[in-house]
């Protein structure tokens, strides 16, 4: 599948999670260590935000380790958030710019690992559930981006987990109406800029790996790379960026984790039919 990073916290260049890490998103897009596919070359993506009041986005199509551009850009953008991705196409979706993640709609950046299961077979019925004003903004052909727009028609900027709830129990009510038995296959992270949402869900409650860092005092006592990070930093990661077990806390099965500031909370996940 795909393998992604979410940082929130006090500013930070974003090489020093991107690609100085034991185990960075870079090392991971050539060997992860618990994917599907151990190689994640299909492209990458990295959004985040500045002094404007929509995020900055840089994708393309090679494979990050081979990209010296995004080494260049890591070593000077500084960020309180940012999210990058590395992916791995599936379902044969073309490995094309506008089918790398994260997908950006005014402030808000969404991205995912996973699938939609035969996403192909009920695309239309998804495709017509999106919002009119919504639905041009769909740029590239992954279920990815599908999913991003219908969480945003069902009300994502109001109550971003609920609206994530959603659009879940949407789509796996289609799939299982079109005899799907396992449609949703999903680790996402989302944010406003603001506050930070990730989510593991998956309809056979046997989900990609998701992990969050533990407290930042804590691993400070453990490492001193962490001195670099404010007291109400937080990592999400699809896989640790090291081996250090006591550094990760593995999130559970159908859980929504919440980042608004220092306060960091989980809430079950659970899917809905929209109203």
Not at 18 to 25: A, R, T
Not at 119 to 142: K, Q, W
Not at 180 to 204: C, D, F
Not at 229 to 251: H, L, R
């Amino acid at each position: 599948m795909c393998r992604w990073l979410a940082y929130s916290g006090a500013p930070l260049y974003l090489e020093e999670l991107v690609f100085k890490p034991e185990h960075s998103i870079i090392d991971q897009s050539l060997s992860a260590h618990s994917a599907v596919n151990p190689t994640n070359g299909d492209g990458f993506g990295i959004g985040w935000y500045g002094s404007r009041d929509t995020p900055g986005v840089y994708k393309d199509i090679q494979p990050a380790w081979n990209d010296t551009n995004l080494r260049h850009l890591a070593e000077q953008i500084r960020s309180h958030m940012f999210l990058a991705h590395v992916r791995a196409a599936t379902g044969g979706t073309p490995v094309q710019q506008t089918n790398c993640h994260p997908f950006r709609n005014g402030r808000w950046l969404f991205l995912h690992n996973g699938r939609i299961r035969d996403f192909n077979r009920i695309r239309r019925d998804l495709d017509f559930a999106v919002h009119p004003d919504l639905y041009n903004r769909i740029e590239g052909s992954t279920d990815s981006e599908v999913m991003f727009h219908l969480a945003l028609t069902f009300g994502l900027e109001v109550d971003p987990i609920a609206g994530l709830e959603r659009m879940v129990g949407f789509v796996e009510q289609k799939g299982w109406d079109a005899g799907i038995e396992h449609p949703m296959q999903m680790t996402v992270g989302l944010t406003n800029g603001h506050n930070l949402y990730a989510v593991r869900y998956s309809s056979n409650h046997s989900s990609r790996t998701l992990y969050h860092s533990r407290s930042i005092s804590a691993l400070r006592m453990l490492n001193p790379m962490f001195e670099r990070y404010s007291e109400d930093a937080m990592v999400v990661v699809s896989e640790p960026m090291n081996d250090v077990v006591e550094y990760w806390e593995e999130i559970p099965e159908s859980t929504a984790l919440v980042v608004e500031g220092c306060e960091v909370r989980t809430l079950p996940f659970k899917p809905r039919r929209p109203d």
